[in-house]
């Protein structure tokens, strides 16, 4: 059977997908683009209004296949599933399966099933109480060095904007003993970076499915994993990360110097109803701890936009917030309405336009402070993990595609080298592009 699978949302979703990709692999069935597919999964996302309607422009375009396919099917997997539910196949009767987080692990037998029989619809929409795992499916051929690792499921912080907690349940940690067993396996077949996962990893270990190990623990004993030379973590909750962790970054040498820590608005005020349980002064405290820990560190952020209720003077606090924390990086939403959250209720809220203005200074600030820390890296040299080949540009030396420790995309000449995949090599940072950096491998 041939299958295409369309993925939006955070990382949490890409690996889902990726598990799912291999599983169904694993049951004779062959990736194919959209237009040879007979199956198809749509793994959504419904953090924002947009990634939302995404679902629903893609259940278009596969419902143009129906007359070249007839019997196509189409599961719909992840955020958007476990909100609208059952009532896709109203809509949309080729849709034949519904699954939610929870429901991902047993996705590939319902597929299998459905595709036996003609008139079979599953929804695979229950919550457990704990942390369910997935067969180890088995992996293709190394296509990264570089790997995600789960280490809980869903968030229980209620942020008022977020509709996350709704989605994907309650907190619920994933066994230690299987977060390292997946990272041994990982390292034996040639993984070298790994990015520990979840909505708020800081708290692992901190609901019932927790097994004592706590994540300053489980951090380190994933770093002296053999074979694995670069740690990183996402997502991080500024209210909840310890010192303990703080300190890893001056102590192991290989975690990475870099922390993506969402803090989303400058404004104490907005902080406050946003049900963040930080002000500004302790995010920045955090930010100088790490930085004595670590002084290189790259620190990225999110921020929302338009909040309701955000003022001018509270916006032009979250743009003095960008110099003052020093962000080498941020993502910046426009806030969404989504049902059911607090925020919902909350007014004023701010005309479409003037998040717009917001949303566009607040880029053009960060952007140019972007620029001029990539800049400030030109004449230097970065151990660059080797993803791949890169862009050749205009010459016709072979050119690598990979990561410094920061994570920033460093593309690189390397005459006459032998295939560079999944090596370190040190790379002399000659340009500063716009988001990434070229340079040329020494020798
Ligand atoms: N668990 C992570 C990320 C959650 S979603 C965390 O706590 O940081 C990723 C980002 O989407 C959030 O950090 C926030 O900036 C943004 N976001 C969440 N809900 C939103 C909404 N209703 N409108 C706009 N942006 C939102
Ligand atoms: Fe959403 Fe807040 Fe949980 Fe992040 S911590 S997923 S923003 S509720
Ligand atoms: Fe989106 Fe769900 Fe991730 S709402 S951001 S796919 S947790």
New binding site residues.
Partial sequence: MKFHVFTFG?QMNAADSGWLTRSLENMGWEKAPADQAKAFIVNTCS??EKPEQKLYSELGRIAEHLEREPGLFCAVGGCVAQQVGAKLWNRFPFVRLVFGTDGVAQAPQAMARIAREPRLRVSLLDFSDSYIERDAALPGPLDSPRAFVNIMQG?D?F?T????PYVRGRQKSRASEAVLAECRSLAERGVKDVTLLG??VNSYGRDKGGDGTSFPQLLRAVAAVDGIERVRFT???PKDIAPEVVAAFGELENICPTLHL?V?SGSDDVLRRMGRNYTVEKYLGIVDALRRARPDISLTT???VGFPGETEEDFKATLELIPRAGFEGS?S??????PG?A?AKMEPKIPAEIKSWRLDELQALQNARQQSILQGLVSSVAPVLVEGPGKRRDSDAPAWRGRDAHGRTVNFLAPASPDLFGRIVNVRVTEAKKHSLWGEILP
């Fill in positions: 955070c953090v924002r968030c912080n942020c904007y977020c509709i996350v909505q708020n997502t991080s909750h969402p989303q999110d921020f929302i993502f939403f426009i806030y969404s309405d989504r959250v925020a």
